[in-house]
């Protein structure tokens, strides 16, 4: 581990301390105070022989945003990937524990995957909008659940495309390649495709890492209006975001959460040593 020390690292400290809009002292970090929409007793994950994350645990309240951060490799993606069984799709990769996602075990044999990454919505780092129209990308997954009427298409397409901040941005040109967008259009336009399917949870990784910082803005603003509707879990790097736009924070460490707790209290009284270090620039 490379330790660096500069003048930078108090200020930064400060920055993020500055834009926690509240500090509750004394709040209890380790339970959900409503309903608990992810629960994670125990869990281990292996690719092969490697193993990427060691007895993790933790619940996610319904609604509101967490934020899991850490270093490159701790095992962020993985995780997030655990949530909605995108890692069914690795072969060679093995999970111990329970994962319950609203009451449901998900990694029950019968479980319908299908379902669960309906209720389970995933946005990725770079926008990956289909090679279709604006409108044909986000009536994709009601069309693939068999909604045939145009007009209830129409009107999904539309809350939707509101529901992401892009609408009155697209509303005169529907028909028009998704590609022609720009990146920070695409991303919103990958949150209404996700959530047209009507999820319940929105798992994000980096999404705003590849865009610009007006387009960063746009995006945050919209977490915190749909985390009032959904359940946002989001890996970033930027610490300065996971402060602006969590309520809660998970910090990873070579596959093992080193503390989860309100973002107020983690990034301004760290319980751990290690995370102090972390959110103070001394390593990362
Ligand atoms: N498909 C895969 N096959 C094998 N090993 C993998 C795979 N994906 C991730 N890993 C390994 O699992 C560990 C955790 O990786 P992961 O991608 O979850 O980290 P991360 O925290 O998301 O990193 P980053 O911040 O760079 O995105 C790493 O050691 C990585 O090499
Ligand atoms: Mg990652």
Not at 84 to 99: F, H, P
Not at 155 to 162: F, P, Q
Not at 199 to 214: G, N
């Amino acid at each position: 581990m490379i330790k660096v020390k500069n003048d930078n690292i108090k200020s930064e400290k400060e920055t993020i301390e500055s834009s926690l809009a509240v500090y509750s002292e004394g709040e209890s970090e380790e339970e959900c105070n409503g309903y608990c929409e992810v629960k994670v007793e125990g869990l281990n994950f292996y690719y092969g022989a490697a193993q990427a994350l060691f007895n993790v645990n933790i619940m996610v309240e319904e609604k509101g945003v967490a934020a899991l951060i850490g270093p490159s490799g701790c095992g962020k993606s993985t995780f997030l990937r655990v949530l909605n069984r995108m890692n069914d799709l690795i072969s060679g990769t093995r999970l111990e524990g329970k994962i319950t996602v609203h009451g449901e075990d998900i990694y029950d044999p019968a479980t319908d995957v299908v379902k669960l990454r309906k209720k389970v919505g995933m946005v990725f780092q770079q926008p990956n909008p289909f090679p279709k129209s604006i409108f044909d990308n986000v009536a994709y997954g009601p069309r693939i659940d068999g909604q045939k009427n145009k007009a209830v298409l129409g009107e999904i397409v539309e809350e939707s495309l509101k529901g992401a901040a892009l609408w009155d941005e697209v509303k005169d040109r529907l028909h028009e390649p998704a590609l022609a967008l720009s990146g920070g259009q695409q991303q919103r336009l990958c949150i209404a495709r996700a959530l047209a399917v009507q999820p319940r949870i929105l798992l994000m990784d980096e999404p705003t890492s590849a865009i610009d910082p007006i387009a960063t803005q746009k995006i945050e603003d919209l977490i915190r209006d749909l985390c009032t509707d959904y359940t946002i879990i989001i890996v970033t790097h930027n610490m300065q975001q996971a402060a602006r736009i969590s309520d809660h924070t998970g910090f990873f460490l070579q596959g093992k959460m080193v503390e989860w707790g309100k973002t107020s209290q983690l990034f301004t009284k760290p319980a751990d040593q290690k995370t102090e270090d972390y959110i103070t620039g001394r390593f990362g």
